[in-house]
Protein backbone atom coordinates (compact mmCIF):
# COMPACT_ATOMS: atom_id res chain seq x y z
CA UNK A 1 0.00 0.00 0.00
CA UNK A 2 1.57 3.17 -1.11
CA UNK A 3 1.14 6.84 -0.26
CA UNK A 4 0.24 8.84 -3.36
CA UNK A 5 1.25 11.88 -3.32
CA UNK A 6 0.43 13.49 -6.92
CA UNK A 7 -3.63 13.73 -7.18
CA UNK A 8 -5.70 16.21 -9.46
CA UNK A 9 -9.13 17.08 -8.74
CA UNK A 10 -12.29 19.09 -10.22
CA UNK A 11 -10.59 22.07 -8.35
CA UNK A 12 -8.17 22.33 -11.58
CA UNK A 13 -8.34 19.64 -14.31
CA UNK A 14 -9.44 16.37 -12.78
CA UNK A 15 -12.79 14.57 -13.64
CA UNK A 16 -13.41 13.83 -9.61
CA UNK A 17 -14.49 15.81 -6.47
CA UNK A 18 -12.29 15.82 -3.72
CA UNK A 19 -14.31 13.55 -1.67
CA UNK A 20 -14.94 11.28 -4.67
CA UNK A 21 -10.94 10.76 -4.99
CA UNK A 22 -10.76 10.55 -0.97
CA UNK A 23 -13.25 7.39 -1.30
CA UNK A 24 -11.10 6.04 -4.13
CA UNK A 25 -8.54 6.08 -1.85
CA UNK A 26 -9.61 4.49 0.66
CA UNK A 27 -11.44 2.11 -1.36
CA UNK A 28 -7.79 0.95 -2.42
CA UNK A 29 -6.82 0.88 1.33
CA UNK A 30 -4.11 3.32 0.88
CA UNK A 31 -2.09 4.96 4.36
CA UNK A 32 -2.22 8.90 3.00
CA UNK A 33 -2.92 11.01 0.06
CA UNK A 34 -1.68 14.56 -0.76
CA UNK A 35 -4.10 16.40 -3.66
CA UNK A 36 -1.88 18.18 -5.57
CA UNK A 37 -3.66 20.75 -7.87
CA UNK A 38 -2.70 22.79 -10.78
CA UNK A 39 -2.50 26.56 -9.50
CA UNK A 40 -5.29 26.26 -6.73
CA UNK A 41 -5.81 25.00 -2.73
CA UNK A 42 -9.48 25.16 -3.56
CA UNK A 43 -10.03 21.52 -3.36
CA UNK A 44 -7.64 21.12 -0.24
CA UNK A 45 -9.95 21.77 2.81
CA UNK A 46 -13.14 19.20 1.47
CA UNK A 47 -10.61 16.83 0.79
CA UNK A 48 -9.18 17.51 4.39
CA UNK A 49 -12.75 16.96 5.65
CA UNK A 50 -12.98 13.71 3.83
CA UNK A 51 -9.91 12.06 4.96
CA UNK A 52 -10.48 13.01 8.43
CA UNK A 53 -13.70 11.63 7.94
CA UNK A 54 -12.74 7.97 6.35
CA UNK A 55 -9.44 7.63 8.81
CA UNK A 56 -7.12 8.44 5.50
CA UNK A 57 -4.23 11.00 6.56
CA UNK A 58 -4.25 14.00 4.09
CA UNK A 59 -1.17 15.91 2.92
CA UNK A 60 -2.20 19.71 1.55
CA UNK A 61 -0.46 19.89 -1.77
CA UNK A 62 -0.01 21.91 -5.09
CA UNK A 63 1.56 21.74 -8.25
CA UNK A 64 2.68 25.11 -9.87
CA UNK A 65 3.48 25.46 -13.93
CA UNK A 66 6.88 27.04 -14.32
CA UNK A 67 9.15 27.13 -17.11
CA UNK A 68 13.11 27.60 -17.55
CA UNK A 69 13.48 28.78 -21.16
CA UNK A 70 11.81 26.46 -23.52
CA UNK A 71 11.04 23.91 -20.83
CA UNK A 72 8.08 23.13 -19.23
CA UNK A 73 8.99 22.19 -15.17
CA UNK A 74 6.26 21.56 -12.38
CA UNK A 75 6.79 22.40 -8.77
CA UNK A 76 5.20 20.56 -6.18
CA UNK A 77 4.60 21.83 -2.95
CA UNK A 78 3.66 19.58 0.03
CA UNK A 79 2.15 20.60 3.66
CA UNK A 80 1.50 24.16 2.32
CA UNK A 81 -0.75 26.30 4.22
CA UNK A 82 -3.76 27.01 2.58
CA UNK A 83 -4.55 30.11 3.90
CA UNK A 84 -1.11 31.59 3.59
CA UNK A 85 -1.94 35.30 1.83
CA UNK A 86 1.35 35.50 -0.44
CA UNK A 87 0.38 32.09 -1.68
CA UNK A 88 -2.92 32.92 -2.63
CA UNK A 89 -2.55 36.39 -3.88
CA UNK A 90 0.19 34.54 -6.54
CA UNK A 91 -2.40 31.47 -6.95
CA UNK A 92 -5.19 34.47 -8.04
CA UNK A 93 -2.46 36.00 -10.60
CA UNK A 94 -1.86 32.64 -12.25
CA UNK A 95 -5.65 31.91 -12.82
CA UNK A 96 -6.05 35.28 -13.85
CA UNK A 97 -3.47 35.12 -16.51
CA UNK A 98 -5.23 31.70 -17.16
CA UNK A 99 -8.23 32.75 -17.88
CA UNK A 100 -6.70 35.25 -20.14
CA UNK A 101 -4.97 32.55 -21.89
CA UNK A 102 -8.37 30.96 -22.66
CA UNK A 103 -9.87 34.07 -24.18
CA UNK A 104 -6.64 34.54 -26.55
CA UNK A 105 -7.01 30.63 -27.77
CA UNK A 106 -10.56 30.97 -28.21
CA UNK A 107 -10.17 33.90 -30.25
CA UNK A 108 -7.34 32.14 -32.35
CA UNK A 109 -9.78 29.09 -32.96
CA UNK A 110 -12.30 31.63 -34.13
CA UNK A 111 -10.77 32.98 -36.74
CA UNK A 112 -9.69 29.65 -37.63
CA UNK A 113 -12.80 28.67 -38.35
CA UNK A 114 -13.65 26.62 -35.02
CA UNK A 115 -15.70 29.26 -32.86
CA UNK A 116 -16.19 28.35 -29.26
CA UNK A 117 -17.21 30.54 -26.79
CA UNK A 118 -16.29 30.95 -23.00
CA UNK A 119 -19.50 29.63 -22.12
CA UNK A 120 -19.15 26.42 -24.10
CA UNK A 121 -15.89 25.78 -22.12
CA UNK A 122 -17.28 26.90 -18.48
CA UNK A 123 -19.42 24.00 -18.42
CA UNK A 124 -16.12 21.66 -18.56
CA UNK A 125 -14.87 24.06 -15.52
CA UNK A 126 -16.16 22.71 -12.01
CA UNK A 127 -13.10 25.02 -10.30
CA UNK A 128 -11.55 28.48 -10.58
CA UNK A 129 -9.01 27.20 -13.16
CA UNK A 130 -9.36 27.04 -16.54
CA UNK A 131 -6.39 24.58 -18.41
CA UNK A 132 -6.26 23.51 -21.96
CA UNK A 133 -7.86 19.84 -21.16
CA UNK A 134 -11.14 22.35 -20.06
CA UNK A 135 -10.47 23.84 -24.08
CA UNK A 136 -9.88 20.36 -25.77
CA UNK A 137 -13.06 18.48 -24.08
CA UNK A 138 -15.18 21.35 -25.90
CA UNK A 139 -13.71 21.29 -28.77
CA UNK A 140 -14.58 17.38 -28.31
CA UNK A 141 -18.52 17.91 -27.76
CA UNK A 142 -18.19 20.30 -30.90
CA UNK A 143 -17.07 17.80 -32.54
CA UNK A 144 -14.07 19.19 -34.35
CA UNK A 145 -11.34 16.89 -32.75
CA UNK A 146 -12.17 13.14 -31.78
CA UNK A 147 -9.73 13.12 -28.81
CA UNK A 148 -8.15 15.51 -26.21
CA UNK A 149 -4.75 14.42 -27.43
CA UNK A 150 -5.60 15.35 -30.91
CA UNK A 151 -6.28 18.97 -29.03
CA UNK A 152 -3.51 19.58 -28.00
CA UNK A 153 -1.62 17.80 -31.51
CA UNK A 154 -3.77 19.79 -33.89
CA UNK A 155 -4.65 23.15 -31.63
CA UNK A 156 -3.55 23.68 -28.06
CA UNK A 157 -0.11 22.67 -28.05
CA UNK A 158 3.21 24.40 -29.23
CA UNK A 159 3.10 24.73 -33.06
CA UNK A 160 -0.78 23.77 -32.60
CA UNK A 161 -3.25 26.69 -34.39
CA UNK A 162 -4.55 28.25 -31.41
CA UNK A 163 -1.13 28.10 -29.49
CA UNK A 164 -0.89 30.92 -26.71
CA UNK A 165 1.76 30.43 -24.33
CA UNK A 166 1.21 31.24 -20.62
CA UNK A 167 3.35 33.91 -18.33
CA UNK A 168 4.40 31.06 -15.75
CA UNK A 169 6.57 31.15 -12.65
CA UNK A 170 10.13 30.49 -12.72
CA UNK A 171 11.02 27.31 -10.60
CA UNK A 172 13.13 29.21 -7.89
CA UNK A 173 9.72 31.53 -7.59
CA UNK A 174 7.46 28.75 -7.26
CA UNK A 175 9.83 27.17 -4.90
CA UNK A 176 10.27 30.42 -3.04
CA UNK A 177 6.30 31.06 -2.31
CA UNK A 178 5.50 26.89 -1.47
CA UNK A 179 8.62 27.79 1.59
CA UNK A 180 6.88 31.13 2.31
CA UNK A 181 4.01 29.01 2.68
CA UNK A 182 5.45 26.42 5.38
CA UNK A 183 5.42 23.67 2.68
CA UNK A 184 8.34 21.83 1.23
CA UNK A 185 9.43 21.96 -2.38
CA UNK A 186 9.29 18.92 -4.51
CA UNK A 187 10.39 18.76 -8.40
CA UNK A 188 7.86 16.75 -10.07
CA UNK A 189 8.91 13.96 -12.45
CA UNK A 190 11.95 15.28 -13.90
CA UNK A 191 11.88 12.09 -16.41
CA UNK A 192 9.21 14.05 -18.55
CA UNK A 193 10.79 17.91 -17.90
CA UNK A 194 14.23 16.82 -18.89
CA UNK A 195 15.49 19.87 -16.80
CA UNK A 196 18.14 17.97 -14.59
CA UNK A 197 20.92 20.77 -15.08
CA UNK A 198 18.45 22.94 -13.13
CA UNK A 199 18.73 20.42 -10.16
CA UNK A 200 21.48 22.04 -8.55
CA UNK A 201 20.28 25.71 -8.75
CA UNK A 202 17.16 24.59 -7.61
CA UNK A 203 18.30 22.64 -4.59
CA UNK A 204 20.66 26.07 -3.53
CA UNK A 205 17.07 27.80 -4.17
CA UNK A 206 15.44 25.69 -1.67
CA UNK A 207 14.26 22.07 -3.64
CA UNK A 208 13.70 19.45 -0.70
CA UNK A 209 12.56 16.32 -2.94
CA UNK A 210 12.35 15.04 -6.45
CA UNK A 211 9.72 12.56 -7.24
CA UNK A 212 10.88 9.70 -8.51
CA UNK A 213 7.92 7.17 -8.81
CA UNK A 214 5.79 8.61 -11.78
CA UNK A 215 3.72 6.64 -14.31
CA UNK A 216 5.87 8.13 -17.13
CA UNK A 217 9.03 7.28 -15.49
CA UNK A 218 11.80 4.34 -17.01
CA UNK A 219 12.94 1.63 -15.02
CA UNK A 220 15.83 4.04 -15.63
CA UNK A 221 14.51 7.09 -14.53
CA UNK A 222 13.87 5.79 -11.18
CA UNK A 223 17.36 5.02 -10.62
CA UNK A 224 18.59 7.68 -11.93
CA UNK A 225 16.40 10.19 -9.75
CA UNK A 226 16.71 7.77 -6.80
CA UNK A 227 20.94 8.07 -6.94
CA UNK A 228 20.07 12.60 -7.58
CA UNK A 229 17.89 12.90 -4.59
CA UNK A 230 19.81 10.79 -2.52
CA UNK A 231 23.29 12.57 -3.86
CA UNK A 232 21.46 15.94 -2.97
CA UNK A 233 20.27 14.70 0.93
CA UNK A 234 16.84 15.33 -0.80
CA UNK A 235 13.49 13.49 -0.26
CA UNK A 236 12.33 11.06 -2.82
CA UNK A 237 8.64 11.54 -3.57
CA UNK A 238 5.73 9.52 -5.92
CA UNK A 239 2.50 9.74 -7.40
CA UNK A 240 0.26 8.99 -10.01
CA UNK A 241 -0.31 12.54 -11.49
CA UNK A 242 -4.35 10.48 -11.22
CA UNK A 243 -6.95 12.84 -13.31
CA UNK A 244 -9.75 10.42 -14.06
CA UNK A 245 -9.65 11.28 -17.11
CA UNK A 246 -8.08 10.33 -20.43
CA UNK A 247 -5.11 13.15 -20.50
CA UNK A 248 -2.45 13.40 -18.38
CA UNK A 249 0.12 10.40 -17.57
CA UNK A 250 -0.19 6.57 -18.32
CA UNK A 251 -3.81 6.10 -17.61
CA UNK A 252 -3.84 4.18 -13.71
CA UNK A 253 -5.45 4.33 -10.55
CA UNK A 254 -4.95 6.10 -7.89
CA UNK A 255 -2.28 3.98 -5.53
CA UNK A 256 -0.20 2.61 -8.08
CA UNK A 257 2.53 4.66 -8.00
CA UNK A 258 3.66 6.28 -5.15
CA UNK A 259 6.16 6.00 -1.69
CA UNK A 260 6.04 3.78 0.98
CA UNK A 261 5.70 5.13 4.43
CA UNK A 262 8.99 5.01 5.57
CA UNK A 263 9.90 7.49 2.71
CA UNK A 264 6.40 9.58 3.71
CA UNK A 265 7.88 9.93 7.13
CA UNK A 266 11.33 11.99 5.56
CA UNK A 267 8.70 13.97 3.53
CA UNK A 268 6.94 14.17 7.04
CA UNK A 269 10.36 15.52 8.04
CA UNK A 270 11.67 17.85 5.79
CA UNK A 271 9.36 20.19 6.64
CA UNK A 272 10.63 23.84 7.79
CA UNK A 273 11.42 23.40 11.23
CA UNK A 274 10.33 27.04 11.88
CA UNK A 275 6.99 25.75 10.76
CA UNK A 276 4.18 24.92 12.79
CA UNK A 277 3.31 21.48 13.27
CA UNK A 278 -0.12 21.44 11.56
CA UNK A 279 -1.32 18.63 13.55
CA UNK A 280 -4.42 18.50 12.39
CA UNK A 281 -2.94 17.40 8.56
CA UNK A 282 -1.61 14.45 10.29
CA UNK A 283 -4.42 13.25 12.12
CA UNK A 284 -5.63 10.61 12.61
P1 LIG B 1 -2.54 23.89 -18.88
O1 LIG B 1 -2.31 23.71 -17.41
O2 LIG B 1 -3.82 24.56 -19.18
O3 LIG B 1 -1.38 24.51 -19.59
O4 LIG B 1 -2.69 22.42 -19.48
C1 LIG B 1 -1.73 21.45 -19.15
C2 LIG B 1 -2.42 20.14 -18.80
O5 LIG B 1 -2.94 19.58 -20.00
C3 LIG B 1 -1.44 19.11 -18.26
O6 LIG B 1 -1.42 19.13 -16.85
C4 LIG B 1 -2.02 17.81 -18.75
O7 LIG B 1 -3.01 17.37 -17.84
C5 LIG B 1 -2.71 18.19 -20.06
N1 LIG B 1 -1.88 17.96 -21.27
C6 LIG B 1 -0.73 18.55 -21.61
N2 LIG B 1 -0.28 18.11 -22.81
C7 LIG B 1 -1.17 17.21 -23.24
C8 LIG B 1 -1.28 16.40 -24.41
N3 LIG B 1 -0.36 16.43 -25.40
N4 LIG B 1 -2.35 15.57 -24.52
C9 LIG B 1 -3.27 15.55 -23.55
N5 LIG B 1 -3.24 16.29 -22.42
C10 LIG B 1 -2.20 17.10 -22.26
ZN1 LIG C 1 -3.57 18.45 -15.24
FE1 LIG D 1 2.76 17.96 -13.86
FE1 LIG E 1 -0.01 16.81 -12.10
Known amino acids: MLVDLHIHTTASDGLYSPEEVVQKAKSRHLPAISITDHDTVDGLCEAETACFQVGLVFVPGIELSCE ?113 AGGVPVMAHPGVSHVDGLIPSLVSAGLKGIEVYYPDHTPGDIVRYFNLARTYGLVVTGGTDFHGTPHGPKECEIGDFGIPAPMFEELKAARPSGALPNNRHLTP
Not at 132 to 161: K, N
Open 68 to 180: WGASEVHILGYYIEPQDDMLNRRLERLRRERRQRAIRILEKLSTSGYPLSLEEVSRFVCGRVVGRPHIAQAMMEMGYVQSVAEAFESFLGPGGLAYVPRAKLAPAEAIEVIIG
